[in-house]
């Protein structure tokens, strides 16, 4: 059986860029995507839970 060579990939200076670009917009999306779902779960959660105020207006907290 014979052994697959993996073929190097060449990219230009342009597709180089767009590769780099494309992948910090991800990690700044999804960096700004966790901030804004932990905040907004935990508004959704207060405004929603009627038991939960319930119990912190009794508690005092």
Do not use: E
């Not at 917009?25 to 929603?48: A, K, Q």
Request: proline fraction near 2%; glycine fraction near 12%.
């Amino acid at each position: 059986m014979g052994q697959l060579q993996a073929q190097p990939l060449v990219l230009s200076d342009s597709q180089k860029n767009w590769v780099l670009l494309g992948v910090g917009l991800g990690v700044f999306m999804s960096t700004l995507d966790v901030g804004i779902i932990n905040v907004g779960l935990v508004l959704m959660h207060w405004y929603y839970c009627d038991r939960c105020r319930k119990f912190h207006n009794f508690f005092g907290s």
